[in-house]
């Protein structure tokens, strides 16, 4: 009903000839697919995705294998497609490629919504999916790291896919990529970017989300931000999307502490986008900084702010929306990193 009222809204528009109001209607269509990202459903994922029963998502370990089922399980479900035209949304990594880090072969989940206008260019939105595994009885549940991420993807995907079923899927194909052995060196990533499954000249971007549901202490005030780092690096168009969609849509305060190419932590060289960087491809990571639970046993679900997780992942989704369907594709024009 609400889809009949905005076509009919829009001819409305369209027969009054102004480019302004037009402009407000495809912003209330956009808006429409954004609230599909909601704190609840982000909520009900991640308290399985970070559960017991998935017994820390190791690498090469039935936790991990566990997850896998569980993500290419929700692909299906949406009706998303899988690169390889199978039914198995799987990237299969051998063992000896984690030289030594696996005890058996691991897996990338992926699948992908193609593009209506430019199906050959892609936007990559990852988060890498494994974690630390077990110590004895205990579980490192990774909610935040990087469970959060996880259900990012999974809501991006299920906003675009929702947009697709109502005639408003993106112009250009979106990859939606769950990595495995981050945590053991950035290994899903190296493989996926040495092994693509889709040109890396034509992959325009990659939105990268790793730990995105909680609050560090220097935001413990003004909880609405989040770190962006990498989005200038290579692409000064992509760092002023970014800015605008979030001036207009989320509001967050985009913090670029992290972004200094002075800042010790160096976090640009620390997570899955850099092996996207190093292909010459523009890159934005999204990060909430680090925290007490960081890497231990209590990164757990109970202490994620599903609402600002929830703002975050729109705000991915806003950027990843602009940037598939602009008409110009994004201009590579800064350094390439050594
Ligand atoms: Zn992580």
């Not at 494994?130 to 259900?151: F, I, P, Q, R």
């Not at 109502?166 to 990859?175: A, H, Q, T, V």
């Not at 292909?279 to 599903?306: A, L, Q, R």
Request: aromatic share 12%; glycine share 6%.
């Amino acid at each position: 009903m609400k889809n009949i009222i905005l076509l009919l809204l829009s001819l409305t528009i369209l027969s009054c000839g102004s480019n302004k109001k037009i402009n407000i209607n495809e912003d209330s269509v956009k808006n429409e697919f954004a609230n599909e990202i909601k704190a609840e459903d982000l909520k009900e994922h991640l308290y399985i995705f970070a559960s017991d029963i998935l017994e820390g998502r190791k690498t090469g370990e039935k936790g991990q294998k566990m997850a896998a089922n569980y993500l290419t399980a929700y692909y299906k479900n949406l009706g998303l497609k899988s690169p390889k035209g199978d039914n198995e949304y799987l990237q299969i990594i051998p063992k000896e490629f984690f030289n030594g880090k696996s005890k058996a072969a691991s897996e990338n989940v992926v699948a992908y919504i193609e593009g209506s206008e430019k199906p050959d260019e892609f936007i990559i939105i990852s988060a890498h999916y494994d974690h630390l595994g077990k110590k004895g009885e205990e579980v490192y549940n990774g909610a935040d790291d990087d469970g959060s991420g996880t259900t990012a993807v999974m809501e991006i995907a299920q906003a675009f896919q929702k947009a697709k079923k109502d005639g408003y899927g993106p112009k250009r194909s979106i990859l939606f990529l769950h990595l495995t052995g981050e945590e053991e060196g950035l290994f899903g990533s190296k493989y996926y970017t040495s092994h693509p499954l889709f040109p890396l000249a034509n992959t325009i971007t990659n939105l990268n989300i790793d730990m995105v549901g909680r609050i560090d202490k220097k935001h413990k005030n003004k909880p609405e931000y989040v770190y962006i780092i990498g989005a200038d690096k290579l692409s000064s168009e992509l760092h002023s999307i970014s800015e605008d969609v979030n001036k207009k849509y989320t509001q967050l305060k985009l913090d670029y502490t992290y972004n200094d190419e002075k800042d010790p932590n160096r976090f640009y060289y620390r997570s899955d986008h850099y092996n996207f960087a190093k292909n010459n491809i523009p890159v934005i990571f999204y990060f909430n900084g680090t925290h007490e639970d960081y890497h231990k046993i209590t990164d757990t679900p109970d202490k994620i702010n599903y609402d600002i997780l929830a703002k975050r992942t729109q705000l991915v989704f806003y950027t990843a929306w602009e940037i598939a369907n602009r008409d110009n594709r994004l201009v590579v024009d800064k350094g390439n990193v050594e």
